[in-house]
T-cell receptor, first 113, second 116 residues
């Protein structure tokens, strides 16, 4: 019940295109859903996060869509750029004291010219 | 925003020696820090949760005697890999949660440990 399933495993998108990464969770107690971006040899960096009381959150070119009934959420990267090439992880947690993050398996995004 | 500093970024040690990795929260107090291990092209695997002033909580399968965690202050947690062996070579990452930062979990930049 703690799993977060992420797809696809890898993704190749042309510059200017839309990158879409999907995640699904099982634990209905989760109430915080962040997305992290990780470059090789670096720690993950928070990209954008959402709570289940909203269905969409947009920050610049990055948008999270959230479907509470389906227990799914997705990351959309608009106008994808070569600099967006990285590994993206979705995660989920219940924001109780010291709650740990449950991570998805990651998506390696490559944006080509 | 919250900043977590992790040192060293890279370390090479001989088999059988111990290595200490430091994780500091620079602009907030972290009562809880987390230690992860990441293998190439894989997700982050939580090793333990570090609580200030108390013993760490280890995930199932993680050897607490090999991976010693100390959280002596609200801004510092350390991970010591004892009697390191080549199979301990990995990317270790710490994280801390700043309740004042919209519940965000901030990660350190990671430590690449190579045991030769």
């Amino acid at each position: 019940q703690q799993q977060v399933k992420q797809s696809p495993q890898s993704l190749i998108v042309q510059k200017g295109g839309i990158s879409i990464i999907n995640c699904a969770y099982e634990n209905t107690a989760f109430d915080y859903f962040p997305w992290y971006q990780q470059f090789p040899g670096k720690g993950p960096a928070l990209l954008i996060a959402i709570r289940p009381d909203v269905s969409e959150k947009k920050e610049g070119r990055f948008t999270i869509s959230f479907n509470k009934s389906a227990k799914q959420f997705s990351l959309h990267i608009m106008d994808s750029q070569p600099g967006d090439s990285a590994t993206y992880f979705c995660a989920a947690t219940h924001t109780g004291t010291a709650s740990k993050l449950t991570f998805g398996t990651g998506t390696r995004l490559q944006v080509t010219l | 925003g919250a900043v977590v500093s992790q040192h060293p970024s890279r370390v090479i040690c001989k088999s059988g020696t111990s290595v200490k990795i430091e994780c500091r929260s620079l602009d907030f107090q972290a009562t809880t820090m987390f230690w992860y291990r990441q293998f190439p092209k894989q997700s982050l695997m939580l090793m333990a949760t570090s609580n200030e002033g108390s013993k760490a909580t280890y995930e199932q399968g993680v050897e607490k005697d090999k991976f010693l965690i100390n959280h002596a202050s609200l801004t510092l947690s350390t991970l010591t890999v004892t009697s390191a062996h080549p199979e301990d070579s990995s990317f270790y990452i710490c994280s801390a949660r700043d309740p004042g930062y919209n519940y965000g979990y901030t990660f350190g930049s990671g430590t690449r440990l190579t045991v030769v």
